[in-house]
């Protein structure tokens, strides 16, 4: 029951984000936006990316706050009081700022965070997803598309190399490959925007990535098996990795170009 209150109550967020004037400023990321797309389960944590908001915490914070403050008739009621804004820092050259702040549904009480971000540039333009209410309904709000959702895990593999233990982008990649067509040049062109922008070099993919599979396979079982995913993933790392591969490699090298990803087929067109 506490997950449907927490599942709630990010719904009701991106609600009044939706009906404020900065429902195209604030795009929707990260886990939500991949369950939209079929590939997660719903998460509790909201990911957005803003497109002209200065990344410091007062003008974070005071942004969300702004959106949390509208008053809908959905029952919750955020404590705008209690809204504290922290930098997030990560390897990669962008910063983000979480804002926490409690909130209530009439005597239960609970803590929300929204986790902002500005950084890589967004092409092609966000698009409209709609996004399952719990009561039925779906609800509109803007978010990556599908090629800047591949962009960024490809090129954070990139730059991270043989050393990457970010395996969730790699199930992430394959797991959307797996349902939604692509189109090449759009996702050649997102790649390359993302790497100019955060100043990675677009090497040779299997060559960036080699020995990944030797050094994943150790702690890959363990981790697949704590995230719940031994009915949807590969027993071996190595053979994830191929089929990642096969979807990404073309893409960085630019062969993709002119061609659009069959997810039946598993293969550029």
Do not use: C
């Amino acid at each position: 029951m506490q997950e449907v209150f927490q599942l709630y109550l990010l719904e009701t967020f991106l609600d009044r984000l939706s009906q404020s004037p900065w429902r195209e400023e604030l795009i929707l990321k990260g886990g939500v936006l991949l369950a939209a797309f079929g590939t997660r389960r719903p998460t509790r944590d909201v990911d957005l990316q803003a497109t002209a908001l200065d990344n410091s915490e007062d003008a974070v914070r005071t942004r969300v706050v702004e959106i949390a403050s509208m008053e809908l008739d959905d029952g919750i009621v955020f404590d705008a009081s209690s809204a504290k804004a922290t930098t997030i820092r990560d390897e990669d050259i962008y910063t983000g700022v979480r804002v926490s702040m409690g909130a209530a549904l009439a005597t239960a009480q609970f803590s929300f965070h929204v986790d902002v971000n500005v950084g890589d540039p967004i092409v092609p333009p966000p698009v409209t997803v709609q996004l399952p209410r719990l009561l039925g309904g779906y609800l509109g709000v803007s978010g990556l598309p599908l090629e800047m959702v591949h962009a960024e895990k490809i090129v954070t593999a990139i730059s991270r190399g043989s050393a990457n233990t970010r395996w969730r982008d790699f199930v992430d990649v394959v797991a959307l490959a797996a349902k939604h067509s692509v189109r090449g040049d759009a996702l050649v062109d997102s790649i390359r925007h993302v790497a100019e922008y955060r100043r990675v070099e677009l090497l040779d993919l299997p060559a960036a990535l080699g020995g990944l599979e030797i050094a994943a396979d150790r702690r890959w079982p363990a981790w697949r098996r704590k995230q719940g995913l031994e009915n949807t993933t590969p027993t071996a790392f190595a053979h994830l990795l191929a089929d990642y591969l096969t979807f990404a490699e073309p893409a960085v090298s630019g062969a993709a170009l002119g061609a659009e990803w069959d997810p039946g087929a598993q293969a550029w067109r």
